[in-house]
C-alpha cells in the first residue's frame, strides 16, 4: 500500500479553516486544480455517503464518496470511486488541529492507495504535491488575504 502526507500551518483559527473545508462539494472554492462540482443525487454535501462529482481544470473528471466527517474533531475521510490516476482502494483523511501558539491551525492530509510499482514514485508526487500542496498552499493564501 503507497502512503502519501502533506501538512501546513495555516495562520487562522482552526474554527474558520474548518467551516471553510468541510462542504465536501467546496473544492472549487479552495483547490485550485479542480473547475467545478456537484453532490450527486442532490443530497447534502455533509452527509456520509454522498458521492461528489467534479472537473479539473485539465478536463479529468473524478467521482469521491464521503466516508466520515467530524465537526467535534474536524476531519473527513473520503474514497475515490472514478479517477484518471492509477489508483486503487484509494482513501483520504484531511485534519485540522489547533495551534495555541498564535491561534493558528495545523493541517494535514494523508492518503493511502494501492497502485502498479512503476506508478508509485510519479503518484506521490502528483498527490503530495501537485494536489494536497497545492491545496494547502491555496488555503494558506486564502487566509493571508482575509
Avoid at 44 to 55: E, K, L, M, T, Y
Avoid at 72 to 83: K, M
Avoid at 133 to 142: A, E, P, R, T
Amino acid at each position: 500500500m503507497t502512503k502519501v502526507y502533506s501538512s501546513s500551518v495555516i495562520d487562522a483559527p482552526v474554527e474558520k479553516v474548518w467551516l471553510h473545508i468541510r462542504d465536501f462539494n467546496g473544492l472549487p472554492n479552495w483547490m485550485p486544480v479542480v473547475k467545478d462540482s456537484h453532490i450527486e443525487e442532490g443530497l447534502p454535501a455533509d452527509q456520509v455517503g454522498c458521492i461528489r462529482n467534479f472537473n479539473l481544470n485539465d478536463g479529468g473528471k473524478i467521482r469521491e464518496q464521503l466516508l466520515s466527517l467530524s465537526d467535534l474533531q474536524h476531519n473527513f475521510t473520503y474514497s475515490i470511486l472514478e479517477s484518471p490516476m492509477a489508483v486503487k482502494n484509494y482513501q483520504a483523511t484531511v485534519e485540522l488541529r489547533k495551534v495555541t501558539d498564535g491561534d493558528r491551525t495545523y493541517i494535514q492530509w494523508t492518503a493511502e492507495f494501492d497502485t502498479e510499482p512503476e506508478e508509485e514514485a510519479g503518484l506521490i508526487e502528483l498527490i503530495g504535491i501537485g494536489v494536497f500542496m497545492g491545496g494547502l498552499d491555496s488555503l494558506k493564501k486564502h487566509f493571508v488575504e482575509k
